[in-house]
């Protein structure tokens, strides 16, 4: 095989190899997002950044690529909840989406403001905590929440139940104004 | 949340069983978690992954911020910065060190390079057939021990005085170790040379199938600098501010042909300037120092002591671009970066 033909294999083979960790990863990450956004679609905008920055820097070989991911989906999107402006601009779009599609809009209303109230509340939370909480509910396992943080699988419990009470904290704190 | 056989595992497990009130407090915590879960209940996002896919392959922004051509190697995305530290080493060794059996450097030198030079030089690449033994893999990773495991254990340097104004932005960078053999051949050197309208100086006895085997890395290293900016295309080129990088001193290795043998041969060629020749034979022991070409047209270099050891700082103090490289302990060290010299040396010296 010449040079040229040998460089165009290993091309190949990383892109095979980043395809093949985002049809596993891109599901996952984009659910880590919603589960800070509440918003399938800007959870998938902040997927798609990811896995973009990821493809420019990393080798999606690399054994660090899904704690990369991981961590990178919870922070990119928690940086976006405490945007204010892009929050409102979420709530509008998610607002008359789901508008269009409530069957009881009473309950909805009352869904809506509980949603916008944790969120608001997870967004006032330290960063590892809050990322600690949404990597967990949106199913990742200890072992998996512990490496994208980069902390002992033995301290994720701990971590876990410090978040939830502050959490809690929060969003009775913001329930209460 | 705490369904995961990781919350409850080994002594504690057995201890839950057997406790009523721990059992107790763990029930609390479970219902606790689970409220907190529900709180944090959203709608499953529905994905098409295969669209998703292509979005994010057709975005321009996702294409490698830069490819180094290493023949046959990988061509992840990489720092051109950093790969190009990284890279000068091994075209150093493979443009001046046919001149040992065996060439391994403790100390290094520069020698003064024309366009005319680089370019005579360039040509030996068609002299034989290069074959990747090992081939390099270049990473980028989040952090140090990350860069060191794939550097094969070797662990980056650590700035100390990173100056006022450079980022603290870090990107930490590995290549795994590289082995290629160089083959030469007496008809493609013939045919290199008709082509390129030459005669070649008489090939030495024995030339015509040794072996060059040249071993690069691994390297570690770190990127200051937010590579990110303005590299919204695969044709820009973000260049860091400071670049500090180790690798284990690279070796060649030959067989067939002598040192000296070859040191002629190479300095026969046509188009190698006298200034260059002249350079190359001050060298005392070629086999142990590593030559860093400098193109004179465009680079100034000074000889320095760095870490009690000899080094050679390229670059001014214009803060436009300097460099420096030594080698210490079988490592080859390079800071590199838009600095000025002095702040480079300064870095150097306080490198640990």
Redesign the interface.
């Given at each position: 095989m010449n040079?040229s033909a040998?460089?165009m294999t290993?091309?190949r083979s990383?892109d095979e190899a980043f395809?093949s960790l985002?049809?596993t990863e891109?599901?996952r990450v984009?659910?880590i997002a919603?589960?800070v956004l509440?918003d399938?679609h800007e959870?998938?905008d902040v997927?798609?950044d990811v896995?973009?920055?990821f493809?420019?820097?990393?080798?999606a070989t690399?054994?660090?690529a899904p704690a990369?991911l991981h961590r990178a989906a919870a922070h990119a999107s928690l940086n976006r909840l405490r945007g204010a402006r892009r929050r409102q601009k979420r709530e509008v779009a998610q607002a008359l989406e789901e508008g269009e599609r409530m069957l009881d809009p009473e309950k909805q209303v009352e869904v809506d403001e509980?949603?916008r109230q944790?969120r608001a509340a997870?967004g006032r939370l330290a960063p590892k905590p809050a990322a600690a909480?949404?990597m967990?509910?949106s199913g990742l396992?200890?072992?998996e929440v512990a490496q994208a943080l980069?902390v002992g699988?033995g301290q994720?419990?701990t971590l876990?139940?410090r978040a939830?009470t502050a959490?809690?904290k929060e969003?009775s704190r913001g329930t209460s104004n | 949340m705490v369904d995961d056989p990781d919350a409850r595992s080994g002594v504690d497990a057995a201890h839950l069983e057997g406790c009523a009130e721990c059992g107790a407090r763990f029930k609390n915590i479970s219902d606790d978690a689970r409220s907190i879960v529900s709180l944090l209940a959203v709608p499953e996002a529905r994905v098409d992954v295969g669209r998703a896919f292509e979005r994010v392959m057709s975005d321009r922004k996702s294409q490698p911020a830069l490819v180094f051509p290493i023949p046959g190697a990988s061509t992840r995305p990489f720092q051109l910065a950093f790969v190009a530290a990284i890279a000068a080493v091994a075209l150093v060794v493979v443009a001046f060190t046919f001149s040992g059996f065996f060439f391994k450097p403790t100390t290094v030198k520069t020698v003064p390079v024309t366009v005319a030079d680089m370019q005579a030089l360039s040509q030996l690449a068609e002299y034989g057939t290069l074959t990747w033994t090992k081939q390099p893999q270049f990473q980028a990773a989040t952090n140090a021990a990350d860069a060191s495991a794939i550097a094969g254990g070797l662990k980056p340097p650590v700035v100390t005085n990173l100056p006022a104004g450079v980022s603290k932005t870090v990107t930490y960078g590995a290549m795994s170790e590289a082995e290629a053999t160089f083959t030469f051949s007496a008809d493609k050197a013939k045919a290199a040379a008709a082509s390129h309208g030459k005669t070649l100086p008489a090939l030495p006895k024995g030339m015509d199938g040794a072996t060059l085997t040249i071993t690069v890395g691994p390297a570690v290293g770190e990127i200051y600098g937010n590579l990110k900016e303005n590299s919204a295309s695969s044709s820009s080129i973000n260049l860091p501010q400071l670049i500090v990088a180790r690798s284990t001193a690279p070796t060649a290795k030959s067989t067939q042909v002598t040192v000296g043998q070859l040191e002629a041969y190479i300095l026969d060629q046509p188009g190698i300037s006298p200034e260059l020749k002249k350079a190359i034979k001050a060298v005392g022991d070629p086999s142990t120092t590593l030559l860093i070409p400098i193109p004179v047209e465009y680079a100034t270099s000074k000889d320095i002591t760095v870490q009690n050891v000899p080094g050679v700082a390229l670059g001014d103090n214009t803060g436009v671009g300097s460099a420096v490289v030594w080698v210490k302990g079988g490592s080859v060290y390079v800071v590199a970066g838009s600095i000025k010299q002095n702040v480079a040396i300064d870095i150097a010296n306080n490198l640990k």
């Open positions: 040079l040998r460089r290993s091309v990383d395809e985002f049809r891109y599901p984009v659910g919603n589960r509440a399938p959870a998938e997927a798609q896995f973009i920055d493809h420019r820097l990393h080798s690399a054994q660090y990369w509980d949603r944790v997870l909480l949404a967990r509910a396992s200890y072992a980069g699988i994720v419990g876990l139940r939830e959490l809690r969003v | -």
